[in-house]
């Protein structure tokens, strides 16, 4: 799995970002949260969505890798995400 896998580039990290209403703003945005995530925790999941206003938020119990763990669980949330509201 990780032998094709090759270096990735930080460029996009040396550059400052910046982010309008505008543009960005105007995207509709969903988060979902992983409850057992040991690389963000679940405290620091909530302040970093709290900082900006989400569409929904869905909570999957799961670790980081939720395409893994959860698959039916992370499919349903994506095909309720799919559907126009």
């Not at 580039?9 to 945005?29: D, I, M, N, Q, Y």
């Not at 938020?57 to 395409?67: E, S």
């Not at 499919?75 to 126009?84: E, F, G, N, T």
């Amino acid at each position: 799995m990780f032998k094709k896998h090759k270096a990735t580039s930080c460029s996009a990290f040396e550059h400052k970002v910046k982010l309008t209403k505008e543009r960005f703003g105007r995207v509709p945005s969903v988060y979902i949260e992983t409850t057992n995530d040991r690389s963000i925790p679940l405290d620091l999941q909530r302040r970093m969505y709290a900082t900006r206003p989400f569409e929904r938020i869905y909570t999957l119990d799961a670790d980081h890798f939720p395409f893994y763990s959860r698959k039916k669980e992370l499919v349903d949330c994506l095909l309720d995400i799919a559907q126009p509201k």
